[in-house]
Each structure stands twice: as C-alpha cells, then as structure tokens.
C-alpha cells in the first residue's frame, strides 16, 4: 500500500500529526480481513506517515519466474508538517540503497517500484529517478 492509509489531519485548519487510533484502526482491518493470510502486504509511508521507515525492497520469487518490488521512502526526516509535505526527498543513504535494489532486480521479469510520491514530486541533488528506474528496461 502506497497511499495515505491515515489522515493524520488534527482539529487545526493546518495542523498534522499522529492519531493513534487511525493507526489503530489500520491494524484492525489488516487483522480483521486476515489480508496478511491471502497475500503480501506491502507498505510504504505517505507524507502523512511518521513512523521509522526506508526503502526496501521484496522478491517474489515463483517456478515460472522472479519479481521484484522496490519500494521507495522519499518522506523528509524530519518531515514538514501540512501544507509544505507535498514533495520528496532523497537522501545519499536512500539513493545508494535504490542503487543496491536496481542491481539486486536485475534478471527479474518484472521490477516493481512503488512509493508515496510521483516521481515527479521528488527531489535529490544530483540524481534522477528516472533514469535509475528506465535504466532497467
């Protein structure tokens, strides 16, 4: 899941932040649907999202073939708070560790990226996503 799965809007016309029971909520339907039973769960922190995350990546491997997942944590840390959370970063660590993931896929089927942000919206110096992301095509 690669989305705001909370809110985190407070009663402020700007203000953000966490509430416990939208991450509670979040877990209940996980655990209710029994959704980690059926299939693969895999999330990535939204702008809205605080808690400690990166980058990672996940292999699906098959008899008929093997599939990569890279997901992308381009949150700023600290992160801005509402209206100013509306871009990505990445920084040294993550880029070289996207490197790592682009070259640990190589062979795959198919390479999945995924993250909050389109790449659009993400920033980092000297680095283009884009090109690392076509450069497995």
Not at 29 to 47: F, H, P, V, Y
Not at 70 to 76: L, P
Not at 97 to 116: A, Y
């Amino acid at each position: 899941m690669a989305s705001d799965i909370t809110d985190s809007k407070t009663e402020e016309p700007q203000g953000s932040g966490q509430i416990l029971e939208e991450w509670r909520q979040y877990y209940e339907i996980i655990s209710e649907l029994k959704l980690a039973n059926i299939t693969k769960i895999l999330d990535i922190r939204g702008n809205h999202g605080r808690v400690n995350s990166q980058s990672y990546m996940y292999i699906h491997q098959k008899p008929f073939g093997k599939y990569s997942f890279i997901g992308i944590d381009a949150c700023i840390n600290p992160g801005l708070k509402r209206p100013l959370n509306n871009f990505g970063v990445l920084n040294v660590q993550t880029i070289k560790l996207l490197h790592l993931f682009s070259q640990r896929s190589m062979g795959s089927n198919h390479t999945f990226w995924f993250g909050h942000y389109p790449t659009s919206t993400i920033v980092s110096q000297g680095f283009d996503l884009r090109s690392l992301i076509g450069s497995l095509l």
